[in-house]
């Protein structure tokens, strides 16, 4: 609409007025607030941005070709895919403390943006190099950094939104949606053409399937994982409600897979099976503080275990999590 058309030309000339002609580098996640930032900054400066797309490996299924296919495929923006995956894997290695594990991705994270960061700088393509560092900061984030809201919060926005990188880059920042709520960056996103299954997605974590693995991560675990998560969400998008014609999707708030490292047996033809057990996860919330576990129709849920079951060989069980937020939290670590 026209209202937001008009927000748009100002938001460009703004980035643009603050720019002029230097360089710009941003660090894409695939999450909605960098990827409204990407497309605002690119619609602004085009060339002049380069968005650099750390692939920590414990993305959802084809969750990085899709980043890739969006930004630099649709958009045609300068983006630089870094597959880190076997140097994350590495680092969790043996590793199995929530807490550490949080610890590690974002520290990885830093250090993987920083070393992409500098070479850019250095770089700089015939000029300068990149001196403002872009960031999706949006409004509730610019309240909350005054006083840290839980043990995450302070791990949650920080790899993406990382205080003290601008200043160790000695990059200038450059945040331009700062004045906005959530729902007013999905609508810029989707005015810029963003898809509006990217922009109304459920919220991810930084550190990923790293904390839906519970315990040790492992590249084994990981892909399993995916396979199943990818099965729930098709469903869920699938399954419309009959009274609201929503999907049960957009009927919850956030819904996702949780690999559990214990075996249990099953039978399959003949044969005795001692496999992996995973538990599916959907809730509904206003705020994510607290959250009722979603009902979830039994034919939906009877056809997302079916489906995992015959066709993510090396599961054999599915459980449906009924804890409400709280005691349990949101995600299992
Ligand atoms: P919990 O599990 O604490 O989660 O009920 C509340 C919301 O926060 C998300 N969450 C995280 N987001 N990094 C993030 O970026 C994290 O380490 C993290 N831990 C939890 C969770 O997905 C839910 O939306």
Known sequence: DWIMGDYISEAVDRIRAQVGDEEVILGLSGG?????AAALIHRAIGDQLTCVFVDHGLLRLNEGDMVMEMFEGKLH???????????????????SDPEAKR????GEFVTVF???????????????????????????????????KSKKAVTIKSHHNVGGLPEQLGLKLLEPLRDLFKDEVR???????????????????????????????KKDYADLLRRADAIFIEELRNFK???????????TSQAFTVFLPVKSVGVMGDGRTYD????????QTSDFMTADWAELPYALLKKVSGRIINEVR???????????????TIEWE
């Open 103 to 106: 610890k590690i991705i974002g």
């Open 241 to 251: 409600d009959e009274a609201t014609g929503k999907s049960w999707y957009d009927l």
């Open 276 to 283: 992996y057990v995973v538990a599916l996860r959907a809730v």
């Open 187 to 217: 609508e810029l996103g989707v005015a810029l053409g963003l898809p509006p299954e990217m922009v109304y997605r459920h919220p991810f974590p930084g550190p990923g399937l790293g904390v839906r693995i519970l315990g040790e991560v």
């Open 114 to 148: 920083k070393q992409e960061a500098a070479k850019l700088k250095a770089s700089g393509a015939g000029h300068k190099g990149a001196t403002f560092l872009a960031q999706g900061t949006i409004y509730p984030d610019v309240i909350e950094s005054g006083g840290a």
């Open 32 to 36: 909605v607030d960098s990827s409204v």
């Open 77 to 95: 923006a300068k983006v630089i895919r870094v597959d880190a995956s076997e140097l994350f894997l590495g680092k969790l290695a043996g590793v």
């Open 314 to 328: 090396g599961i054999n069980r599915v459980t449906y999590d009924v804890s409400s937020k709280p005691p349990a």
